[in-house]
């Protein structure tokens, strides 16, 4: 499975971004989504994480209320609706899938497969 997420870009504090990954490649396959976020010199961690059904859906308390992540299996898509942005939140995202698709996961190791990052810049 490939991934890439686009999206990215600089907004002001208080503003919205809406993130997308599109998977190609081993599609037929179910798969569990998730968001990871790596800010400098920080290790990278969960945003949240989404179920091959959609139903199972969890955030990471800092983003709770203020994120959404959901998908669209008929385009093989996840998107994480960034809402009420902070300084904080500037991080490179990246989206990823695991093989495990019924439950979610906040370990990086219980990914299969990484997109490449798209850059998100909150300035204050």
């Known amino acids: 499975v490939q991934l890439q997420a686009s999206g990215g870009g600089l907004v002001q504090a208080g503003g919205s971004l809406r993130l997308s990954c599109t998977a190609s490649?081993?599609?037929?396959?179910?798969?569990?989504l998730g968001w990871f976020r790596q800010a400098p010199g920080k290790e990278r961690e969960f945003v949240a994480a989404?179920?091959?059904?959609?139903?199972?859906?969890d955030y990471a308390d800092s983003v709770t209320g203020r994120f959404t992540i959901s998908r669209d299996n008929a385009k093989n898509t996840v998107y994480l609706q960034m809402n009420s942005l902070k300084p904080e939140d500037t991080a490179v995202y990246y989206c990823?899938?695991?093989?495990?698709?019924?439950?979610?996961?906040?370990?990086?190791?219980?990914?299969?497969?990484w997109g490449q990052g798209t850059q998100v810049t909150v300035s204050s």
């Open positions: 490649g081993r599609t037929d396959s179910k798969y569990g």
């Open positions: 989404v179920s091959w059904s959609g139903r199972g859906i």
């Open positions: 990823a899938a695991r093989l495990t698709y019924s439950s979610n996961s906040a370990y990086r190791n219980d990914y299969n497969y």
